[in-house]
């Protein structure tokens, strides 16, 4: 997962390593501080190829070319 600040409009790319289930990623992810932290709010990526977390802004994005639940 590539960390970027939600407060210059970049997003958060995704693999599917990072997602704990295909298609689905989850915020706050595991690289924020804790004193940052929100209730968990889980997104469907898989779908749309990115998504913004209401509590903090966050957009997280699927990396271009990543193949979801590929073996």
């Known amino acids: 997962m590539s960390d970027a600040s939600s407060e210059t409009g970049a997003a958060v790319e995704v693999t599917a390593k990072d997602m704990p289930a295909p298609g ?17 709010v889980y997104f469907d990526i898989g779908t749309t190829g990115e998504a913004r977390c209401p509590y903090c802004g966050t957009r997280y994005r699927l990396k271009a070319g990543e193949a979801i639940g590929a073996h």
Not at 27 to 38: E, G, S, T
């Open 24 to 40: 689905t990623i989850f915020c706050p992810n595991p690289k924020m501080r804790l004193w940052n932290a929100h209730p968990r």
